[in-house]
């Protein structure tokens, strides 16, 4: 866990674009959610649709790619 999150944070600080950031928030509230701190997927992803939509991402990328960047963060946290 230590190592990727270091990598996480060096991307963010590298390159704060909001692509890295909502990587980032999708992986670390899949990693909320793991742990019991978020109690439904809807209050784990709400916020970073939100954060998509409002950063410019979904209008960027469109709504799909955008899912599926969130959905890639929560299926690699599941299978660990």
Avoid: C, H, K, Y
């Avoid at 019991?36 to 998509?52: C, K, N, R």
């Amino acid at each position: 866990m230590g190592r990727a999150m270091t990598a996480a944070i060096a991307i963010a600080r590298v390159n704060p674009a909001p692509i890295n950031v909502l990587t980032l928030r999708a992986w670390a509230r899949a990693l909320l959610l793991a742990e019991g701190e978020i109690e439904s997927v809807p209050a784990a992803v709400d916020p970073l649709q939100a954060f998509a939509v409002a950063s410019g991402l979904v209008a960027e990328l469109g709504a799909d790619q955008v899912q599926r960047i969130i959905a890639q963060e929560f299926r690699q946290r599941a299978a660990q």
